[in-house]
């Protein structure tokens, strides 16, 4: 009887080793997917982070490129503007001149078309 209970107590044992070995390998697998989420949000940060950098390297050399041309037509604007300005104060007596000769130099003429009824 001491040895089927010997044997017994052996095989509790053994059954108790075994479910310990298997705890022992569910927390470091457990362990383990922790470490691997935590290095791939690192991996994640990184890239996100590498992007973004890129992201914005390209946008400023886009909005400094606008930004630039939006001087430029400024100043295109401004030069046509006092281009235009110039030209209307060197022609503006002449064209008032003429502009008042003709509507007040009125000569009476009966139109071609005109036909007397009598």
């Known amino acids: 009887m001491t040895s089927q209970s010997q044997g017994i ?3 509790l044992q053994a059954e108790k080793r075994a479910k310990d070995k298997l705890e022992d390998a569910k927390k470091r697998k457990v362990k383990r997917l922790k470490q691997a989420k935590e290095e791939a949000m690192a991996e994640i940060d990184q890239y996100r982070m590498q992007k973004d950098k890129e992201f914005r390297l390209k946008q400023s ?3 400094g490129s606008q930004s630039n041309l939006s001087e430029e ?3 295109q604007t401004l030069g046509k503007i006092k281009e235009l300005n110039g030209s209307y104060n060197k022609y503006m007596e002449n064209v008032m001149k003429q502009l008042l000769n003709v509507v007040c130099d009125v000569k009476p003429e009966i139109h071609v078309n005109y ?3 009598n």
């Open 9 to 11: 107590h052996q095989l």
């Open 115 to 117: 036909r007397a009824t």
């Open 61 to 63: 050399k886009i909005m």
């Open 73 to 75: 037509i400024e100043e």
